[in-house]
């Protein structure tokens, strides 16, 4: 599967979504999750993300391997809802498209 890690939180720009072949973004609050079960490793989703949040879960970060059970976990939150179409990103995404360690704003 394909993982959306920690840059995507407060930013979601969607970009990501528009490429999808097999729709398997869902969105929360302030960040999209990958359906592990839904994703075909096609991998078109990683150059579209202005954060650089997709990652092939064989090529993560050393520091973002628990975001793989974090998608997982989100897929089944009541929160998260699929999306196809891209949207505007979050408000403040300038002010949190640089910034590391933000797992503690995550809405599940
Ligand atoms: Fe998030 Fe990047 Fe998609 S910020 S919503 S993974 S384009």
Avoid at 3 to 9: N, S
Avoid at 50 to 56: D, E, K, R, S, T
Avoid at 74 to 96: C, G, Q
Wanted: glycine share 2%; net charge negative; with cysteine.
């Amino acid at each position: 599967t394909h993982v959306v890690t920690e840059a995507c939180i407060n930013c979601k720009y969607t970009d990501c979504v528009d490429v999808c072949p097999v729709d398997c973004f869902l969105e929360g609050p302030n960040f999209l999750t990958i359906d592990p079960d839904e994703c075909i490793d096609c991998a078109v989703c990683i150059p579209e993300c202005p954060v650089n949040a997709i990652y092939a879960e064989e090529d993560l970060p050393k520091d973002q391997l628990h975001m793989t059970a974090i998608n997982a976990e989100l897929v089944k939150s009541p929160n998260y809802k699929t999306l196809t179409k891209r949207k505007e990103p979050l408000p403040d995404h300038e002010a949190w498209a640089d910034k590391t360690g933000k797992l503690p704003e995550l809405k599940r």
